[in-house]
């Protein structure tokens, strides 16, 4: 049995061939199985033209731009595609393909080919667009943003789930003077400490010709907790790299008011105790079939004396984006612990939250 990119080659000794050895023990008996190793062959692609692209195979071994490569067993049949980026177009295969097809190539040696793509003109009511050739620097600056926004950004699925989500995000806007990418980072400060927190992770896009393109910053979960307790004052830091020009650099500051938490504050339960212990306090919506009972406000009161207390329930960062899209009904559950051991007494009840509007953006 082979293992791994092998193949049998025969039997010598008491057997001979490929077929399954036989051995009758009048004697003692040796046989030996010869394996050889299946030869591998390289397979290199590459882009070129003044246009941008993508080349992958099938099966996968390769998916760049615009050089990769890689090696595939002797006898595969490997299957190539071409997919050009906005603004450019896919005119036709060199090396061992021809033509604007797929590229189907035998690997039973090494094999070369490459794809040319090319920039589509832009109409000429358009703005004009820089050559590749020529350093391209910014007329203007990059501006980071002609428009900063706050909202609910559709965010798509992760490897290995079913559903998109959505999320706090902060929209950004950004004009690009001629070919070349965009990258954008937001970061924030805790009052009295040096290193700066980031916001969301980097953005980054390539521009395929002048004009504006959007950039979505997925505010993380310690950021949207953040913001449940003060407004945050975030830096954006973008870069404009044209084609064979010298990057250029823009840092603007603007600020994210706090998010509203007058709902989630104005529910609040009236507890007396006898005593010194914990109260806790959560909010969950009711199961369903599309999902479990999930929590969307938490809270815990340490008393140290007998007394009436009122109770708030805090937003968790996935009540207070949920909150931003619709009304709840809300289980609020209350529970008293006494301190010592003692028996704990819960109450339930149900509210309702209003809806909430995003929290704004400043600066």
């Known amino acids: 049995t082979t293992t791994g990119p092998s193949t049998f080659s025969g039997w010598t000794g008491a057997c001979t061939g490929t077929g399954t050895c036989t051995v009758t023990m009048t004697q003692a008996r040796s046989v030996t199985v010869t394996f050889a190793a299946v030869p591998t062959w390289l397979l290199a692609s590459a882009a070129s033209g003044t246009g941008c692209g993508t080349i992958t195979s099938l099966p996968w071994g390769i998916s760049c731009s615009p050089i990769c490569s ?13 997919a050009p980026a906005a603004g450019s177009s896919f005119t ?17 040696q090494a094999r070369s080919v490459t794809a040319a793509f090319t920039i589509v003109p832009v109409d000429p009511v ?40 959505t999320t706090a995000a902060l929209i950004t806007v950004v004009t690009a003077p001629g070919l070349g990418t965009v990258r954008q980072t937001v970061s924030w400060r805790v009052p009295g400490r040096k290193r700066a927190i980031s916001a969301c992770r980097a953005a980054s896009t390539t521009v395929a010709a002048p004009g ?3 950039l979505t ?11 449940q307790r003060r407004s945050l004052k975030v830096t954006l830091r973008t870069t404009f790299t044209p084609v064979g020009g010298t990057p250029t650099k823009l840092t603007r500051t603007t600020t994210i008011e706090r998010a509203p938490r007058t709902a989630a504050e104005a529910v609040q339960t009236s507890v007396e105790t006898k005593g010194p212990g914990t109260i806790t306090q959560t909010g969950t919506l009711a199961a369903s079939r599309a999902r479990a009972a999930t929590r969307v406000c938490t809270s815990v009161l340490r008393i140290t004396k007998a007394g009436t207390y009122d109770v708030g329930c805090s937003l968790t960062p996935y009540g207070a984006e949920l909150l931003q ?15 010592g051991g003692g028996k704990p007494v819960t109450i339930s009840r149900v509210v309702y939250l209003p809806r909430t509007v995003a929290p704004g953006v400043t600066g």
């Open 70 to 82: 890689t090696l595939f067993d002797d006898g595969t049949t490997v299957t190539l595609m071409a």
């Open 92 to 108: 036709g295969w060199t090396g061992i393909c021809t033509g604007t097809s797929t590229c189907t190539v035998s690997m039973t």
């Open 126 to 165: 358009s703005p004009a667009t820089t050559p590749a050739t020529t350093p391209v620097e910014p007329a203007v600056d990059p501006a980071p943003a002609n428009t900063i926004t706050f909202g609910v950004a559709s965010i798509s699925p992760s490897v290995g789930t079913r559903n998109s989500k």
């Open 212 to 214: 504006s393109i959007q």
């Open 217 to 227: 910053c997925a505010l993380n979960s310690k950021t949207q907790r953040a913001l």
């Open 325 to 339: 899209r619709q009304d709840l009904r809300v289980t609020l559950t209350t529970t008293y612990t006494p301190k």
